[in-house]
């Protein structure tokens, strides 16, 4: 191996010079990715392009490596350059899909996988042996949406009422509507802990299915953050708190803020909240707050857990879930409609029922929008705070312990400032977010070429 030259190829900065929508953030943005999955994406490239730098032979990168690359050529003149240090100016060459071609990438494959486990030893599967970040969780995607199924279940619903009410009214007319409202509230009751302890397991289950090198153990604080509140607010609070508590940003007496000096950051998102407020000059929070979440910097932690619930919400597994506990309910209020209608034919008061049933579909809404969140704001954060999380890690971090504690170790200066802003708003579309701009240049699409080599 080429030490010297692996060296230089890994000191290389894809974000030199820093700018708000660079290198790494349009690839993470764009791809839906953590940034540690970016981070190790981008190593991942850098090996690949050495090892093309150094071989006689064509190489074939991954899909997702291909990602990295394409992005890449997109900025020219750090391509250009990356290229310099090669020694070696690297051509893209795309698979056209001809039969003569395959032979040849087969090739290409496996001469890469050699190459590459001579340098640096396995190749990583969550890099190399997936098409993109989210196969790694070995989910099957649902055949139906989960909206489909709801309309199905509606329509199945309207169906059963004649059948369950002529099933039932022979019953029904034999029990006093206080005993059956009772009961209906204690078989909604049992069934609801039933399910709950159900939903546990079978997440519990889902999970263990997860490939050992996923993305899903490899989040940081701040995506957590994300993920156990669901507003952008908490991670941006975070990040300001971090500034505060460097002496990077001083709160003033009539609770304004403004930045102290502009050289205490330790990373792009910091960085990213002094330059707002060098432009800005003193503000009051609220406002510093709406700037810094149209930044492609936080907006990203959004867009790449949002993308995570949404493709497990997808997911067959997760379907069959959701499917069973509609069920449930669908059940449970089919036999409450059926006694309003018993009621009503037999004229008899149905006031109480009717409350009972309006209770129950509210309850049925509420837990079944839980069931499609549960993944992101509880079983997630709880299997960092239970399982991955060793106390050693946190003792010296301070984004470990906000995610873990929350607004309980904010600054004491800055707390009542994210209080406030708690207190006036519970709407988090006011941190709604800006994916950045489009490729420049006239715009083009990344897309993969699905399969490629270099020489």
Partial sequence: MNQELWNKILAFDFDDPPSEYGFSIRLANENFWTKEFTDQAIVEYKKFMYLAATSDFMVSPSEIIDQVWHQHLIFTQSYQDFCSILGKQIQHIPSTHNKEEFEKFRQAKERTIKFYERDFGKQPKNIWAYNDMFESLNLEKAKFKLRSFLIFGIFAFICLTVPAYFLLRPIYVQ??????????????????LTLEFYNKAKFKKIISGFDETSFIYTLQPFELVYLKTQKLASVINGTVNELVENGAIKINAGNSIELAKSNATVNNSQLQVTSVLSELGATFYPALLRKLATKP???????????????????????????????????????????????????????????????????????????????????????????????????????????????????????????????????????????????????????????????
């Fill in 175 to 192: 029990i006093d509507n206080p005993y059956f409202i009772w009961g209906l509230i204690l078989l909604a009751v049992v069934s609801l």
């Fill in 297 to 455: 910097i936080f907006g990203n932690i959004v867009n790449s857990m949002d993308a995570f619930r949404k493709y497990f919400n997808k997911s067959k597994k997760f379907a069959l879930l959701f499917y069973t506990n509609l069920s449930v309910f669908t059940l449970l209020i089919l036999l409450s409609f059926t006694r309003i209608v018993t009621g009503v034919l037999r004229d008899k008061p149905v006031t109480q029922i009717v409350m009972v049933t309006v209770v129950l579909v509210v309850i049925a809404i509420a837990f079944l929008y839980r069931l499609t969140m549960q993944i992101s704001t509880t079983i997630i954060p709880d299997l960092y705070k239970n399982k991955i999380l060793p106390s050693g890690q946190i003792e010296d971090n301070w984004q470990w312990k906000y995610f873990l504690s929350g607004t309980t170790v904010l600054a004491t200066s800055f707390a009542p400032l994210v209080n406030y802003i708690d207190r006036k708003s519970n709407d988090r579309g006011n941190c709604a977010t800006s994916c950045g701009s489009s490729c420049g240049g006239g715009g083009s699409s990344c897309s993969s070429c699905g399969g490629c080599g270099s020489h």
